[in-house]
């Protein structure tokens, strides 16, 4: 007769890798390798005895930290650790770091102004306001939204535009990036390792750095252009709408670019175009584009050394080194770091991401 704890024996390196496993899995996986048929009832209990004991392993995990940390910097020395910090950040970056420019999340500052009131119908003007580039454009806009609501206007504008407005961003870093995305899929990633053990979790998510880090260089091995395959997507359509500008020579380096009503100014010499988006990402707009055409320049020449492929191999050029395992870490003397105090809650955890009021809700497949 098969009991739960013999299935927790089986499965429990399983259980260990994906603590998310399902109890259909497991009876399937039952069925599969141990030929037998057993209840739902009986892979709960067996589920359950594994947890409890990665529970007790816990404890232990956490009594390792300083182990674990004492061989990542014998192995890679010069490692940063990013530690958590609670909120009034933005306090503390203005104070120690007054030069430095912060930027917020475009998603969240609209997330938070729209719940105010019903403002929702705003939303286009909100993102014409956050994605236009010139401080002109930045200043028609908002009086547009002023007219409209001048309620919805105050509110929006006790948010620094400062940070979250391309028209105000610095053209060091060569980003237009007003949101989170790339930090939200980073944490999508490691969504799996989170529900594990503390050394479990660090280690997965080291593992697959390394992993991404030899991806990524393979990756620009394929390339046939300098440059990779988004920004060639990015300057092809720049390339494509330089077309349509009229052109005015001045004789040396400047231009003047007319279409309709629209007017802008380059000087390649300083590289410089009024629109501010060749400053801002460093891809040369269509303007500049059409300027470099008219006077038989490839705009690929002056595109910014931060898309090379050059700077991509140096990005990925240090490579994070394989580890042994905890059976051969050195003991140090530091006090061991206690585990948090588990608190356990009502009602079964939540783990779903919470929905907004007016965000869609997904319907199960065939449900739509």
Request: glycine share 4%; with cysteine.
């Given at each position: 007769?098969?009991?739960?704890?013999?299935?927790?024996?089986?499965?429990e390196a399983?259980?260990?890798?994906?603590p998310?496993?399902?109890?259909?899995e497991?009876?399937?996986?039952?069925?599969?390798?141990?030929?037998?048929?057993v209840?739902?009832?009986?892979c709960?209990?067996?589920?359950k005895?594994?947890?409890?004991k990665?529970a007790?392993?816990?404890k232990?995990?956490?009594?390792?930290?300083?182990?674990?940390?004492?061989?990542?910097?014998?192995?890679?020395?010069?490692?940063?650790?990013?530690m958590?910090?609670?909120?009034?950040?933005?306090?503390?970056?203005?104070?120690?770091?007054?030069?430095?420019e912060?930027?917020?999340?475009?998603?969240?500052?609209?997330?938070?102004?729209?719940?105010r009131?019903?403002?929702?119908?705003?939303?286009?003007?909100?993102?014409?306001?956050?994605?236009?580039?010139t401080?002109?454009?930045?200043?028609?806009?908002?009086?547009?939204?002023?007219?409209?609501?001048?309620d919805?206007?105050?509110?929006?504008?006790?948010?620094?535009?400062?940070?979250?407005?391309?028209?105000?961003l610095?053209?060091?870093?060569?980003?237009?990036i007003?949101?989170?995305?790339?930090?939200?899929?980073?944490?999508?990633?490691?969504?799996?390792?989170?529900?594990?053990?503390?050394?479990?979790?660090?280690?997965?998510?080291r593992?697959?750095?390394?992993?991404r880090?030899?991806?990524?260089?393979?990756?620009?091995?394929?390339?046939?252009?300098?440059?990779?395959l988004l920004v060639?997507?990015?300057?092809?359509?720049?390339?494509?709408?330089?077309?349509?500008?009229q052109?005015?020579w001045?004789?040396e380096?400047?231009?003047e670019?007319?279409?309709?009503?629209?007017?802008?100014?380059?000087?390649?010499?300083?590289?410089?175009?009024?629109?501010?988006?060749?400053?801002?990402?460093?891809?040369?707009?269509?303007?500049?584009?059409?300027?470099?055409?008219?006077?038989?320049?490839?705009p690929d020449?002056?595109?910014?050394?931060y898309?090379?492929?050059?700077?991509?191999?140096?990005?990925?050029?240090?490579?994070?080194?394989?580890?042994?395992?905890p059976?051969?870490?050195?003991?140090?003397?530091?006090?061991?770091?206690?585990?948090?105090?588990?608190r356990?809650m009502?009602?079964?955890?939540?783990?779903?991401?919470?929905?907004a009021?007016?965000?869609?809700?997904?319907?199960?497949?065939?449900?739509?």
């Amino acid at each position: 007769m098969v009991t739960a704890t013999m299935i927790a024996q089986h499965f429990e390196a399983t259980i260990k890798d994906y603590p998310k496993m399902k109890l259909r899995e497991i009876q399937r996986r039952c069925a599969s390798e141990m030929h037998v048929n057993v209840t739902i009832d009986c892979c709960y209990r067996a589920k359950k005895i594994v947890k409890e004991k990665m529970a007790g392993n816990h404890k232990e995990e956490f009594g390792l930290l300083w182990d674990y940390a004492h061989k990542l910097r014998s192995k890679m020395p010069g490692n940063t650790i990013k530690m958590a910090v609670q909120r009034g950040l933005d306090i503390a970056i203005s104070d120690i770091l007054p030069r430095v420019e912060h930027r917020n999340c475009a998603r969240h500052v609209f997330a938070n102004w729209s719940r105010r009131k019903l403002w929702k119908s705003f939303e286009c003007d909100f993102w014409q306001i956050a994605k236009c580039t010139t401080e002109r454009e930045w200043e028609d806009l908002c009086s547009a939204l002023e007219k409209k609501d001048k309620d919805a206007y105050d509110n929006l504008m006790k948010k620094s535009p400062k940070m979250w407005t391309r028209a105000f961003l610095g053209t060091t870093c060569k980003s237009d990036i007003v949101d989170n995305n790339l930090c939200e899929a980073s944490n999508s990633s490691i969504v799996e390792a989170r529900f594990k053990s503390i050394i479990k979790m660090l280690e997965d998510i080291r593992t697959k750095m390394m992993t991404r880090i030899v991806q990524k260089r393979k990756l620009c091995n394929g390339w046939k252009q300098n440059y990779g395959l988004l920004v060639k997507a990015k300057f092809d359509a720049n390339k494509k709408d330089c077309v349509e500008w009229q052109l005015i020579w001045n004789g040396e380096n400047g231009c003047e670019l007319r279409k309709g009503s629209y007017q802008y100014t380059v000087n390649l010499s300083q590289r410089i175009c009024s629109c501010r988006r060749w400053q801002i990402i460093g891809i040369p707009c269509s303007h500049t584009c059409a300027a470099m055409y008219h006077l038989w320049i490839q705009p690929d020449e002056y595109l910014h050394e931060y898309y090379h492929i050059d700077m991509y191999k140096k990005a990925y050029s240090f490579p994070m080194q394989p580890i042994n395992g905890p059976h051969d870490w050195e003991k140090t003397v530091i006090q061991p770091v206690l585990p948090p105090i588990e608190r356990k809650m009502l009602r079964r955890p939540k783990k779903n991401r919470r929905m907004a009021k007016d965000e869609p809700k997904k319907l199960k497949p065939g449900l739509e």
